[in-house]
């Protein structure tokens, strides 16, 4: 076996052992008091990865150290001239370890150790969101309210299943509930519960969807068909729904093929007569009725359409809906086509500038970033404040959405004087795209899927805020700048190199230190030098104190080898210290350009020191 | 004979170069040297490094001292001269080096960096201005603060916003105040009786948070800037007391020599020697007051004057573990020359 293999020997020994030691270490330590226990143990378990890698560099010094220092023992009644071919073979081996050891490092550094991070603040955060669920249910209980009380707890059931508190209470509220119905069976209200209108609230990040598949299926494949088409294709259609006499889709379908075609092209014009021909049926269409239903229906599908092409999708899509509703209710006849097709169509409409209240039910149980607080300089110099209480990000349809809760947001004119200030329960985000450029797009105002008047809007704590900005609200900056404001908030430990290479430039504007970002990167960029530096100066210190030819390892000594990981570590923290000192006096007095010189420093100081390694001679 | 005559030159050469290091590192671990260092003022930089040097000046003797105990162990040298030779560095730095040192930075040489050292210690005197604008401050509390703008030369702050991380869901957590009021004195930012944020001026926690010395190094530099007071003191009150004080600790530092030969792995008898030089500052402060100092004063007789208890403590120290390790020492080499297996 080579050398380098047993140093690498000697250095594994050092990772396995304090891996266990900071496990150990971890488990024995007391978890934060918001943690529940499902997530004690691995909240444990990552708290000692984190730590095991904090002191990786420690233990690969220390390995490197003890290791040259007993394998150079061959060596030690040697005559070894300066520049020896032997040191150089040494020096090769020993870059070959420090850089599989730095690459691991770097891996659990910057890789791994961020997303431990990200869970334990995850860890901690359900943690606390279960003891408010289980909070607020008692308060609803005492308030003889046990329906709430069961939302409640089915959002703490999620986080805890097992939870003797939670079970003990929700059979409380079964209990209470089935004395409210004159003894219906628990089991008979909870599957009622589950599957009813608190069914998606109970279900989370489930709900949304659950929730958008209760629209009639029917509808779906129409939404779907319109997406992408042209307008020849939609003259097409309109054609056909006119040989139908399905004059509503034929004019729909002729003011889409309207509003798609180009100024130049012919079809436009035509497009305009076949809607206006249409049109003028639907407008003589309550004549051709002579039922008293038939023309209350005609109305109804006459006013929601109307509001369509009007663009108030809001209130189409109550319009369709209550249609709908009566029409399933009726139970006599199938639903109307037009009717279902047109709540789809208003439905979509809707959708773009207002969301369901349902959607956020139990959103927070999903949310990846609390309290997100920053500032946005805006354009015309005025600039916006925003704190966001949790944030949930997901996908849908291929497109990115965000639900924020409990939202603030206050502009300040330039003079710091309070242009309006609002404050939303919850907010959708989607990215808007114009120009090329996304930006984040809060849309504000949310509405109930069941009944009109249950709008949420924003409530108004100051100044005059414009009325489509109270409804959907554009933030000056671009989307992707969210994440990595997102990310600056959890703190620089939290960001990744790439993330903050990519926030300096931008962090002054959302009221973050750019210098503080300009050093955390020289910082993380220097740690690899550094660690090289102190592992080549370790392979000199092993070369100065090896041990001698005949000496044997005393297993006495077995009991100092704690010691050099220890002092090791106390070395390293200490280079550290004066680096973070050098750097910050580098970053005053070249803002901008401290990283260049900073590398060209170390790599220089890195030469010198193999140099003076392979320049040593026996004593 | 040539690792020999190299002895003195060793000792100088680590005394320069612990100089250097020590001086060189300890002007920036002030905020206000860095803050000034950073903004171009050299000659702060250069003002706080001789002094640093005149100061540190018994730590890089002490350092130099254990590398030549180092050097002694790793090269074969006559024993009967490099030893004495070695003692005779020790002795004339305790001797002249270091009393030197306390005449020179008492003289006008350095007083002459007095003005360039004023100007770093002018803002950390201060109460400080108030922190720039435009940047988001953490509080006590979970509380962020921003303001946009600054007036009235840093009296007031406008456009301010604070967030509240600690209000409960659903309660604002954001307030907007058009101005607050910054009080240099409490350094405490305040809008209509409300505390916004303290500090607000002052040391920049964006930079200074980042500077935070390790733990170990702040203990380190505790017992050192100890033990440097104490020999400073000493020095002013005469020289006997100067002598017993910094004789007796140089004393206790050379027994270290004796453990560069406990074993024979040498980087553990480094390592021990640095362990045991980092117990002996963190151990002195007992012997100036405590429960070892009550105990040593209650055995000593009452004509020993008090400043020297401390001494004669040190003293009783160093001469048990000169025995212990001249004894242990004698063992091991009568036990190398047999065995053979100690080179």
Redesign the interface.
Same mark, same amino acid.
């Given at each position: 076996m080579s050398d380098t293999k047993r140093v690498f020997l000697v250095i594994l020994a050092h990772y396995l052992v304090a891996f266990a030691a900071c496990i150990v270490f971890a488990f024995a330590r007391a978890a934060p008091p918001e943690l529940v226990a499902p997530y004690v143990a691995s909240y444990r378990f990552w708290r000692g990865v984190l730590l095991f890698v904090n002191y990786m560099p420690a233990l690969q010094i220390s390995g490197l150290l003890v290791g040259y220092a007993l394998a150079f023992k061959s060596h030690a009644d040697e005559q070894v001239d300066r520049w020896s071919a032997l040191l150089i073979d040494y020096l090769k081996g020993a870059f070959i370890l420090c850089i599989v050891c730095l690459a691991a490092y770097f891996v659990m550094a910057e890789g791994v150790s961020p997303f431990l991070r990200t869970k334990q603040q995850s860890a901690v955060n359900r943690g606390s969101d279960y003891r408010e669920f289980v909070a607020v249910a008692k308060a609803s209980l005492e308030a003889n309210d046990p329906n709430d009380a069961e939302i409640r707890l089915q959002a703490a059931l999620q986080i805890w299943p097992k939870s003797a508190e939670a079970n003990k209470l929700l059979d409380r509220c079964q209990y209470l509930r089935a004395q409210a119905s004159g003894g219906e069976s628990p089991d008979a209200k909870k599957s009622d519960v589950a599957a009813g209108k608190d069914g998606g609230a109970a279900e989370g990040k489930g709900s949304v969807a659950k929730s958008e598949n209760k629209q009639p299926a029917a509808a779906e494949p129409l939404s779907a068909d319109d997406k992408g088409i042209t307008a020849l294709e939609a003259l097409d259609r309109s054609d056909a729904a006119t040989k139908k006499h399905d004059y509503f889709n034929a004019h729909y379908y002729a003011m889409l093929a309207w509003r798609l075609a180009r100024d130049t092209d012919p079809n436009k014009a035509l497009a305009l007569r076949k809607a206006a021909e249409a049109w003028n049926h639907v407008s003589e269409g309550t004549d051709k009725f002579t039922e008293q239903g038939e023309i209350a229906r005609y109305q109804t599908k006459r006013e929601g359409y109307e509001a369509i092409q009007n663009g108030d999708y809001l209130k189409a899509y109550y319009v369709f809906l209550a249609e709908y509703d009566k029409e399933k209710a009726a139970k006599t006849k199938g639903i109307d086509p037009d009717v279902e097709r047109f709540l789809e169509v208003a439905r979509t409409g809707l959708l773009e500038s207002f969301f369901f209240v349902d959607e956020t039910a139990n959103i927070r149980l999903f949310e990846s970033a609390r309290d997100v607080f920053f500032v946005n300089r805006r354009s015309d110099d005025t600039v916006d404040a925003v704190f966001i209480r949790g944030m949930t990000f997901m996908r849908t349809a291929g497109k990115d959405v965000a639900y924020l809760r409990d939202v603030e947001i206050a502009r300040l004119g330039r003079d710091g004087k309070t242009v309006w200030r609002i404050a939303v329960p919850y907010a959708k985000m989607f990215p808007f795209e114009r120009e090329g450029q996304s930006r984040p797009e809060l849309i504000l105002h949310a509405v109930d899927r069941n009944r009109a008047g249950g709008d949420v809007l924003p409530e108004v704590l100051e100044g005059d805020i414009p009325a489509q900005e109270r409804s959907i609200l554009l933030l000056d900056m671009p989307y992707r700048d969210l994440d990595l404001v997102v990310a600056a908030n959890r703190g620089v430990s939290g960001m990744t190199l790439l993330d903050m290479f990519r926030f300096s430039k931008t962090a002054e504007k959302y009221g973050f230190s750019g210098a503080l970002y300009q050093r955390e990167i020289i910082n993380r960029i220097a740690e690899p030098f550094l660690i090289l530096i102190i592992s080549i100066y370790a392979l000199i210190l092993g070369w100065k104190y090896r041990l001698g030819k005949n000496v044997f390892f005393r297993a006495w000594w077995a009991l100092a080898i704690p010691l050099f990981p220890i002092i090791t570590l106390f070395a390293i923290e200490t280079v550290r210290y004066l680096a973070r000192l050098c750097i910050v006096a580098f970053v005053g007095l070249a803002p901008g350009n401290a990283l260049v010189p900073t590398v060209a420093f170390l790599t220089v100081c890195f030469v010198l020191v193999s140099v003076a390694f392979f320049a040593q001679r026996s004593d | 004979m040539k690792n020999t005559v190299m002895i003195p030159l060793v000792f100088v050469g680590n005394l320069l170069l612990w100089t250097i290091l020590l001086s060189a590192?300890s002007v920036?671990?002030s905020y206000a040297s860095?803050?000034a260092?950073? /903004?171009?003022h050299f000659s702060v930089f250069i003002a706080g490094f001789v002094s640093s040097a005149l100061y540190l000046l018994p730590i890089s003797c002490m350092l130099s001292c254990l590398y030549l105990f180092f050097y002694l162990m790793?090269?074969?040298t006559m024993l009967f001269i490099s030893l004495p030779l070695a003692l005779v560095l020790v002795a004339a730095s305790v001797a002249f080096l270091i009393p030197f040192s306390y005449r020179l930075s008492a003289s006008s040489v350095a007083s002459s960096f007095t003005q360039a050292d004023s100007f770093a210690s002018e803002p950390a005197d201060g109460a400080g201005k108030l922190f720039s604008p435009?940047?988001?401050r953490d509080g006590d509390g979970?509380k962020?603060v921003?303001?946009?703008?600054d007036s009235g030369a840093g009296k007031r702050a406008?456009?301010?916003?604070v /967030?509240d991380?600690a209000t409960l869901?659903?309660s604002?957590?954001?307030s907007?105040y058009?101005?607050a009021d910054y009080d240099s004195e409490s350094r405490q930012l305040s809008a209509g009786g409300v505390l916004l944020l303290v500090p607000a001026g002052g040391k920049d926690p964006?930079?200074a948070s980042?500077?935070e010395?390790?733990g170990?190094?702040s203990h380190l530099a505790r017992d050192a800037n100890f033990l440097l007071e104490s020999f400073h003191s000493a020095f002013e009150k005469g020289t006997v007391r100067y002598f017993a004080t910094v004789g007796s600790f140089f004393a206790l530092v050379c027994c270290l020599f004796f453990i560069c030969h406990a074993? /024979?792995?040498?980087?553990?008898?480094?390592?021990?020697v640095?362990?045991l030089f980092r117990f002996m500052l963190m151990g002195y402060p007992y012997t100036t007051g405590g429960f070892a100092y009550d105990e040593a004063r209650r055995f000593l007789p009452g004509s020993v004057p008090q400043g020297l208890v401390s001494p004669v403590m040190v003293t009783a120290v160093a001469a048990i573990s000169l025995i212990v390790c001249l004894a242990v020492f004698i063992i091991r080499k009568i036990r190398r020359g047999r065995v053979?297996?100690?080179?």
């Open positions: - | 590192f920036p671990t860095l803050m260092l950073s /903004a171009g790793r090269h074969e435009g940047l988001i979970g962020r921003f303001w946009l703008d406008l456009g301010v916003i /967030a991380r869901p659903g604002r957590a954001m907007v058009t101005s964006l930079v980042r500077l010395t390790p170990f190094l074993s /024979a792995w040498r980087l553990l008898n480094a390592l021990l640095f362990t053979g297996d100690f080179q």
